[in-house]
Every structure is written in C-alpha cells, then in structure tokens.
C-alpha cells in the first residue's frame, strides 16, 4: 500500500493566495521528506529538502520565502505556496527515503495546483 | 557533472515487443541507478533498481543492463503490454552517508499499441 500521502490532490486557487499541501509519511517516520515540482512532459525537479525540526535546505533557484515548508513532526512535511501566480501552477510531489544503504524513494500520489 | 542524460524522449513499441530506454550518468559518486514508472496525474513509483556492482538485475518483464566502465543504464521490457504505457524516468542516487541526492532523467513517454 502507499507510504507517503498528499493532500489535497488538487487545488485551484486565486492568484496572490496562499495553498498548503501536506505530506504525510504513512508507515514509519521520516526525519527528512522532499517536495519535488512537474511541470507538464517535464522531469522531476527537487525543490527542497524538508528536515524535521529544524530549517529545510532549499535547491538553488528556489525561493525559500514564496515556497514555505515547514516539518513539524515526524510524519507531516508542509509546503505553503505563498501569494500564487499563474507560473507556479504545477504538480508538487513529495518523498521520503527507505533509509538503509541505498535509500529507495517513495513519492507521493502528487498534487495538481492551478492558479488562475 | 550532475547530469544523467536519458533518450529516447518518447518511444512506440507493438504489443509484445521489447521496449528499451537507456540512460548516462557522469558522476561515479552515484550507487543507486532506480527506474521510476509514472502515469499521468500520479506519483513515479519504483519499477526497478540496481547497484553498481552488478551487471544485470531481472525482475520479471522488467530488466536492468548496467555498464560501469562506460557509465550507462539501460531498461529493457519485454513483452511489453498497452498497460505498460507511461513515463519512465530513470535516476542516479547516492547514499545518505554521501549526502543523499538523487538526479533523474528527463524522461521516456512510451505508448505501447494493442
């Protein structure tokens, strides 16, 4: 069964809003979670790391201040899309590693975000 | 350095033919070569995945070739069925002890024709 969910899995909202989606690690807990953004017939593009309790490392290019990601427990990893515009709208996934030598990623089902 | 470079960028295969994508990597820092399937509107799963110290990994239809000295990955699915129809990425990880990262392809859209 999936390990990691997302909610929501679709969201539409205004531009110059602000969207949370939440990440949920299901079956153990994940110290350090990524959030990944699609855009459409494109790769994967990590974003940022999430790491529990304390502050997440952010890819370069990224905006750590519109990109808010907060992980406040072992379980749940947030990412807050602050003051949307229509070029953010994309498909957010996140992960977690299995742990162990070879750290298998587990993904998300993936959150559609449009903003209109 | 960090690149990992996949093709085709899409591929049509019959209906129990053999699909192949291959993939290079240039950073032998990497020990984790995965193989993610994702269809439209999900996550990437994990299809299959090799370590370096082995040439060839099977796991059912699906098989992993590995070429170290040259750097190079390949999926192979044989008999490839219409549900086999998505995209495939392809990555290069290293380990949390390296400082976990993971770097995908770009992609490969195959459609599989019935």
């Known amino acids: 069964g999936a390990v990691v969910s997302q909610h929501p899995s679709r969201v539409i909202c205004k531009s110059g809003t602000s969207v949370k989606i939440e990440c949920r690690s299901l079956d153990f807990q994940a110290t350090t979670m990524f959030w990944y953004r699609q855009f459409p017939k494109q790769s994967l593009m990590l974003m940022a790391t999430?790491?529990?309790?304390?502050?997440?490392?952010?890819e370069q290019g990224v905006e750590k201040d519109k990109f808010l990601i907060n992980h406040a427990s072992l379980t749940l990893s947030t990412l807050t899309v602050t003051s949307a515009h229509p070029e953010d709208s994309s498909f957010y996934i996140c992960?977690?590693?299995?742990?162990?030598?070879?750290?298998?990623?587990?993904f998300g089902p993936g959150t559609r975000l449009t903003v209109l | 350095q960090q690149q990992v470079k996949q093709s085709p960028q899409s591929l049509i295969v019959q209906k129990g033919g053999i699909s192949i994508i291959n993939c290079a990597y240039e950073?032998?820092?990497?020990?984790?070569f995965p193989w993610y399937q994702q269809f439209p509107g999900k996550g990437p799963a994990l299809l299959i995945a090799?370590?370096?110290?082995?040439s060839e990994k099977k796991e059912g239809r699906f098989t992993i070739s590995f070429n170290k000295s040259a750097k190079q990955f390949s999926l192979h699915i044989m008999d490839s069925q219409p549900g086999d129809s998505a995209t495939y990425f392809c990555?290069?990880?290293?380990?949390?002890?390296?400082?976990?990262?993971?770097?995908f392809g770009a992609g490969t859209r195959l459609f599989v024709k019935a």
């Open positions: 990555a290069a990880s290293r380990g949390e002890k390296k400082g976990f990262k993971t770097i």
């Open positions: 992960s977690k590693t299995s742990g162990g030598a070879f750290n298998e990623q587990f």
């Open positions: 090799i370590r370096p110290d082995v």
């Open positions: 950073n032998t820092a990497f020990d984790y």
């Open positions: 999430s790491n529990e309790g304390s502050k997440a490392t952010y």
